[in-house]
């Protein structure tokens, strides 16, 4: 496992800004993984985990070393407890949507709404990724991790990583502690489509009884219409988590915006239903892309960087951009959307190295 000086990160993030790293190091196998945070550790290097780069924002160099994931494998078990289901253990380093493919392939059925979602599979349940109406905890039963404290190889059940919208334990008391090595998902060998997200029912063709194929067809058709692609237009999906507020708050930004969409938050995580704030008793999510645009940036450009013209979410890299100056235009709409409507909007993409004071 050779380490890299002073190594070129622009390839390996979506976003392409130019950003380099003091070491990198890619890991191959397990075993590598402990030498090389002993290595850093001796040399006192702080270290920063890198997957695909689909969820970060990369500002400046990144100091000390970071260890790119390129752990590889899948394997597949009946599962004791469930004769229809498969148990699949997934690598790290794995890419989720090839997994996604070949698990469908398979006839091992839940992924198909998580498809074309950029990024590894060890990243995945960092921020329990989600689309179209799942999430990954909806299948994960377990992860795989090592603790760097404790230098040994640790697991958590689902319920153990504290799943929530976009987070979990990984992102909370065990961030910069645990580095996913693989993650267990169970499967059904029977087709159950879910289809009960708004822009996937509004599909032509859509119905209830989908088939899986049919749902993922649809999802990858639905993200190649509305979402640029990282390979052409430099991006990281959503940079903004939607806020999640009280309902009585909420009430309140409906007095003064009557249209503002609603959703209700009806599980630990997530759901797509389009609610009256009056009738929600508990906190409710509103959609971060609506803020954005009510308060005036959808397709504004600042350079060579900007927000996406048809998706007020997505911060765009139009070629040439910098971090920096992504950061910059993130903290211009935080302040924006927080002064026109008194919400704080929070960043989903991680921001390396971390900004003193956030964002
Ligand atoms: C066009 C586009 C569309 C997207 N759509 C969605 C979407 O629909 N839903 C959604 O949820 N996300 C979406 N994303 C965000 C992104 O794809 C996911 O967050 C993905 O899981 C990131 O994976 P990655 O390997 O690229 O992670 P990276 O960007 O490399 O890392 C993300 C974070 O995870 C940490 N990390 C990475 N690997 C490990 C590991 N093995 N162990 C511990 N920590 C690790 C990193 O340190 C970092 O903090 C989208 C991104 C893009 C570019």
Avoid at 16 to 21: L, M, N
Avoid at 89 to 110: D, I, P, S
Wanted: charged fraction near 15%; hydrophobic fraction near 45%.
């Amino acid at each position: 496992m050779a380490w890299q000086a002073d190594a070129d990160l622009a390839p390996l993030t979506t976003f392409a800004v130019p950003a380099r790293a003091q070491w990198l190091c890619r890991i191959d196998q397990e075993d590598e993984l402990p030498a090389a945070l002993q290595q850093a550790d001796d040399r006192d290097l702080t270290v920063t985990i890198l997957g695909g780069g689909s969820n970060m924002l990369l500002h400046a160099d990144v100091p000390g070393l970071v260890v790119r994931m390129q752990l590889a494998g899948i394997r597949h078990q009946a599962d004791p407890a469930d004769t229809d289901a498969v148990l699949v253990t997934v690598a790290a380093g794995e890419n989720w949507h090839q997994l996604v493919e070949y698990c469908l392939r398979q006839g091992w059925y839940g992924l198909e709404n998580l498809a074309l979602i950029p990024g590894s599979v060890g990243a995945a349940p960092v921020q329990n990724i989600g689309a179209y109406g799942v999430e990954l905890a909806d299948t994960l039963v377990s992860i795989r991790y090592f603790d760097t404290q404790t230098v040994q190889v640790r697991e958590l059940d689902r319920d153990e990583c504290q799943f929530a919208y976009r987070d979990s334990i990984f992102k909370r008391t065990l961030k910069n502690t645990a580095i996913i090595l693989s993650c267990t998902f169970r499967l059904s060998r029977t087709p159950r489509a879910v289809v009960t997200y708004p822009a996937l029912l509004q599909y032509p063709g859509a119905s209830a009884d989908m088939s899986p194929q049919q749902v993922f067809d649809a999802v990858c058709a639905i993200r190649r219409s509305k979402l640029p692609d990282p390979a052409k237009l430099g991006n990281a999906g959503s940079f903004f988590r939607n806020p999640v507020i009280s309902a009585d708050a909420c009430a309140a930004l409906q007095q003064r915006w009557p249209d503002i969409p609603v959703f209700a938050i009806t599980s630990a995580t997530t759901s797509a239903t389009t609610t009256s704030a009056t009738a929600a008793t508990t906190d409710v999510k509103i959609p971060a892309a609506w803020l954005i645009d009510q308060a005036g940036w959808k397709g504004v450009r600042r350079g060579a960087v900007g927000v996406h013209g048809q998706q007020a979410l997505v911060l765009v890299n139009y070629g040439g951009g910098t971090g920096q100056q992504i950061l910059d235009l993130a903290t211009e709409i935080v302040s924006s959307v927080q002064h026109t409507f008194g919400v704080r909007l929070q960043p989903e993409v991680c921001i390396v190295p971390a900004p003193p004071g956030g964002l």
